[in-house]
């Protein structure tokens, strides 16, 4: 943004951040901006503001940023009618597509310790924020991300055929506790998501923001980069905190609720996690899992034979698309080798006609590992 000394952000940020580690941002009540971001659906965002106008706190306690991610001028000025109406709400733009710019955007612009990440198609429940800083305040030092509960708004019903475990490819999370991230406190695999998920600001900033190859744009389906940022957050010696008292609700598009959708999402996904490795600086994870991938997905390659809108063989068919996404992932930056195993390799995975995923930038918005960081706290 303009304005802004990026590099004198990156000082305050680390004084800020040592601080923190310190335990001395304590004993005050943290101050927070609510961040949300939208891509031309001005009537989701117009319930989500609705959701922030009653709460609990009172107005006067938070600000809201909305982001206009490369919306349409109809878009544009739908929102700014909107936001006109909330005193403490204010409307920025982002002509770079993908909601990491949009959240990196909305970060820069907020002054104040956290920010508060809701989805444009989210509602804060009414006491939403006085939660938040409950929790925090029950942290000495306060935590670097912590993620709640996100419970469904069904737009249409959940589909007979669509597998129990891949409720949260939805981003629904409904488990009941609280504790640490990546400990034996909270179920394996449980993870922040953007939906619903709080952020300190300073060290969110030092750190680089949101990796903006990840995120959803350009008709990709990429994720993870919430979690990316909860992890690295984590491993610099923040806690990374789940408190099912933090609740949003998730209005579930109609227009998920198909086969089309699922496989696309999974496939993504797979790919998704090969990058946020790399990311994290564990490529070697990406190698030790790709042989087992390899073998799924030669195993359930016949139910990729079925109609794209079939919901015959769903269990395999999903299990097919996350191994596609992986391979060719963990194979994109490999295309210069000339090896006869890289060829038959390539080969292999491009015979069904699946898009090979672009090379990716992985080192951008992600930084490198910094050896000089603190053992983190779990």
Not at 4 to 21: F, Q
Not at 336 to 346: D, E, F, I, V
Request: proline share 7%; glycine share 8%; aromatic share 6%.
């Amino acid at each position: 943004m303009q304005g802004h000394d990026r590099n004198g952000m990156r000082d305050t940020a680390s004084e800020a951040a040592r601080l923190a580690r310190a335990g001395r941002q304590t004993g005050r009540v943290p101050s927070i901006t609510v961040c949300l971001v939208t891509h031309n659906r001005p009537h989701y965002v117009r319930s989500c503001l609705d959701s922030l106008r009653v709460q609990t706190v009172g107005l006067d306690r938070f600000d809201v940023i909305v982001v206009d991610s490369c919306g349409t001028p109809e878009t544009g000025a739908a929102l700014r009618g909107m936001v006109a109406t909330l005193p403490n709400a204010r409307l920025l733009r982002v002509d770079r597509p993908g909601a990491s710019a949009a959240r990196n955007m909305g970060a820069e612009d907020s002054d104040r310790d956290f920010l508060a990440y809701l989805d444009d198609d989210a509602l804060a429940m009414p006491d939403w924020l006085e939660r938040i800083q409950e929790v925090i305040q029950e942290h000495d030092p306060w935590p670097g991300v912590i993620g709640g509960k996100v419970l469904p708004v069904w737009e249409k019903p959940l589909p007979d055929w669509w597998p129990e475990s891949l409720r949260g490819v939805l981003s629904i999370i409904d488990w009941e506790g609280r504790g640490e991230f990546r400990t034996k406190a909270i179920p394996a695999g449980l993870e922040p998501y953007g939906v619903n998920m709080v952020v300190q600001r300073l060290p969110l900033l030092e750190m680089g923001g949101f990796a903006d190859r990840l995120g959803r744009f350009a008709g990709l389906l990429l994720s993870d980069e919430d979690v990316q940022v909860g992890w690295k957050l984590q491993d610099r010696g923040y806690s990374a905190w789940y408190d099912s008292r933090l609740v949003v609700r998730h209005q579930i598009q109609a227009t998920r609720m198909n086969p089309e959708w699922l496989m696309k999402r999974l496939y993504w996904q797979g790919a998704s996690t090969v990058a946020t490795r790399r990311m994290l600086g564990q490529p070697e994870q990406v190698w030790r899992e790709f042989p087992r991938r390899l073998v799924v997905e030669m195993l359930t390659s016949v139910a990729g034979l079925l109609p794209a809108s079939s919901t015959r063989l769903v269990p395999l068919r999903w299990r097919l698309a996350y191994a596609q996404g992986f391979t060719r992932m963990a194979l994109a930056n490999e295309q210069k080798k000339r090896s006869l195993p890289g060829r038959a390799l390539r080969a292999l995975i491009r015979r069904d006609g699946t898009p090979i995923v672009p090379v990716m930038d992985i080192g951008a918005r992600a930084g490198v590992p910094d050896p000089a960081r603190p053992e983190a706290r779990r």
